[in-house]
C-alpha cells in the first residue's frame, strides 16, 4: 500500500523512478490494471537529452491521438520537448516525401505506414537505422525486439537487416455491423462472400436512408478494399516476383463484389467516401455494414459522438470463394535520417510504442499493438473498453492474417492507379475493361521502379 508520502511525489519523479505507471494506475487515471509491470526500464537513461527538442508528424487517427494525448507524459519522463503535427492520412503521406526528397525534413520523428511507404522510405534511406540505439542499454529496455510480433519485425526491417521504425500498430480490418439493423430484418451475420451482398441488399432502402454496406469509394483511398475482397480469391495483387495480377479471372471477380456492393448498397456519394466519411455514416445508425480497420472503433462507443452505442457488431472478415483472410496493414513510427537529434527521436519511438502505450491503445480500442506481452496479458485484457467482440474480431483475424496490399515502392501510384479504375466502376464503367486498361498503365511504372 503506497503511503502518503509516494503519492505526493511530482508526477516528474514518478516517471523517471520508473514507478509512474503503478501510481498513476493506483490514481485511477489509467484504468490499465497491472501496469506496475509496464514501469519504464530503470536501466535506460531517460533524460539523457533533457533541453532538447523534437519534431513529430503524426496520421490523423485515432492512434496519433493517442499519442497527442499523452506526449505530455514523455515530455516530463524525459525533459525533452515535443513539438507534434497530426496530418489526415494521404496529405500526412504527401508531405513526408516532399520533404523526406529535399534532404530537409521539418520533423525528426515519422509516423509511416509500412504498407504504403515501406519499400519507398528504404530505397530513399530517409530513416535513421535504429539498431545501434536498441543495441545500447543505457537507450533500450533490454529485450524489446523479442517483444514484437513476428509480422511486425517483418514490416520493420530493411533488406539489409537494419530496423527502420519501430512497429506501432497492426490494423486488422474487419465488418463493424449495426446489430439493430440486422435484428429488424431477422438477418445473421455473413459468414461468407454470397451471404454479405445478400445482406446489403437485404438491409438497403433508400426511402429511410438505410444502406446495407459503405467502403471507402475514393480514388486511392479505396484500392485496399479491393485487394481485400480479392485475398477472399487466394490472391495477391501483385505476386513475390513483382508479377501484377491485377486483370486475372479473380481479380475481375473480386472488382465485380466491389461494384455490385458500392452501386447496390451503399449511400448516395460514396465515391467522395474515405474511411472518415465512411465512419461518420455508420455513426449515424443508418448503415448496416462498414468494412475498414479495426483501429477505427473507439467513437462508435462515445456517446456523445455515435447514435449506435451498445449496437455495433465487430465481425471477422466473411469468407471468400477460395480462401478465408483478413487483410492486414500496419504502422512504426521512424527517425529521420536527417535528423540532428537521432537519440532524442528515438527515445520518443521507445516510448510511443512502449508497453505502457501499447496497452493504451489496445484499451482504448485505438489499434492493436505488435507488443506479444501486451496481447497475452490477462490484466490488460480485462481493461479493454471495447465490447469483447472487438478483441474477438482483432485476435481471430491474426489467425487469418494477410498483407492488404503489395510491398512495393510506387504504391501510391499503384493505388491512383487501380484506385480511379474501382471508381470508374462504380459510375457503371465494365470492371474487366477497367483492370485492364489500368494493369496496361500501371505496369511499367512498376517496372522502372524495379529497375532504378
Not at 496529405?91 to 519499400?119: C, N
Not at 534511406?125 to 543495441?135: S, Y
Not at 455513426?283 to 448496416?288: A, N, T, V, Y
Request: aromatic residues 8%; positive net charge.
Amino acid at each position: 500500500m503506497s503511503t502518503s508520502k509516494e503519492l505526493s511525489l511530482s508526477r516528474r519523479r514518478l516517471l523517471a523512478s520508473g514507478a509512474a505507471a503503478g501510481a498513476l494506475g493506483l490514481s485511477g487515471g489509467l484504468g490499465l490494471p497491472g501496469l506496475p509491470a509496464f514501469a519504464q526500464s530503470g536501466g535506460v537513461n531517460w533524460r539523457k537529452h533533457a533541453g532538447s527538442k523534437i519534431e513529430v508528424n503524426l496520421i490523423k487517427s485515432p492512434r496519433g491521438e493517442t499519442l497527442a494525448k499523452y506526449q505530455k507524459e514523455f515530455e516530463e519522463l524525459t525533459g525533452i520537448t515535443v513539438v507534434s503535427e497530426q496530418t489526415p492520412e494521404q496529405q500526412q503521406r504527401q508531405k513526408a516525401v516532399i520533404e523526406l526528397t529535399s534532404g530537409r525534413p521539418s520533423f525528426d520523428v515519422v509516423h509511416i505506414s509500412y504498407h504504403v511507404q515501406k519499400r519507398q522510405f528504404e530505397k530513399g534511406k530517409w530513416l535513421a537505422d535504429l539498431t545501434p540505439f536498441i543495441q545500447d542499454p543505457t537507450l533500450t529496455e533490454p529485450g524489446l525486439l523479442n517483444d514484437f510480433s513476428e509480422a511486425g519485425i517483418t514490416f520493420a526491417r530493411s533488406p539489409e537487416g537494419g530496423i527502420g521504425a519501430l512497429p506501432f500498430s497492426v490494423d486488422y480490418w474487419i465488418i463493424y455491423w449495426n446489430k439493430d439493423l440486422f435484428a429488424k430484418k431477422n438477418l445473421s451475420f455473413p459468414k461468407t462472400f454470397d451471404e454479405m451482398v445478400a445482406a446489403a441488399a437485404a438491409l438497403t432502402d433508400p426511402a429511410s436512408q438505410t444502406y446495407g454496406f459503405v467502403a471507402r469509394g475514393m480514388k486511392n483511398a479505396n484500392t485496399p478494399v479491393w485487394t481485400s475482397l480479392l485475398l477472399g480469391y487466394d490472391q495477391y495483387s501483385v505476386d513475390a516476383n513483382r508479377n501484377l495480377l491485377t486483370d486475372t479471372a479473380d481479380a475481375v471477380e473480386a472488382a465485380k463484389l466491389y461494384q455490385t456492393l458500392m452501386t447496390k448498397s451503399a449511400p448516395p456519394g460514396v465515391t467522395g467516401f474515405n474511411w472518415a466519411e465512411c465512419q461518420s455514416a455508420f455513426l449515424q445508425g443508418r448503415i448496416g455494414m462498414w468494412f475498414d480497420g479495426i483501429g477505427f472503433a473507439p467513437p462508435l462507443e462515445d456517446p456523445e459522438k455515435s447514435r449506435v452505442v451498445g449496437k455495433v457488431g465487430y465481425g471477422l472478415m466473411p469468407k471468400g470463394p477460395k480462401a478465408h483472410a483478413a487483410a492486414t496493414t500496419g504502422d512504426g513510427v521512424g527517425v529521420t535520417a536527417a535528423s540532428k537529434n537521432k537519440e532524442a527521436a528515438y527515445l520518443y519511438c521507445q516510448w510511443a510504442t512502449g508497453k505502457l502505450m501499447s496497452a493504451r491503445l489496445l484499451q482504448a480500442g485505438a489499434g492493436v499493438p505488435f507488443r506479444s506481452s501486451v496481447l497475452s496479458d490477462p490484466e490488460v485484457r480485462k481493461g479493454v473498453k471495447m465490447p469483447a467482440a472487438w478483441l474477438d474480431a482483432a485476435v481471430e483475424s491474426a489467425k487469418i492474417s494477410r498483407l492488404a496490399l503489395p510491398v512495393i515502392i510506387p504504391v501510391t501510384e499503384f493505388r491512383d492507379v487501380l484506385g480511379g479504375a474501382l471508381t470508374n466502376m462504380i459510375s457503371g464503367s465494365d470492371p474487366a475493361a477497367e483492370l485492364k486498361r489500368a494493369t496496361a498503365d500501371f505496369k511499367p511504372v512498376l517496372e522502372r521502379s524495379e529497375k532504378t
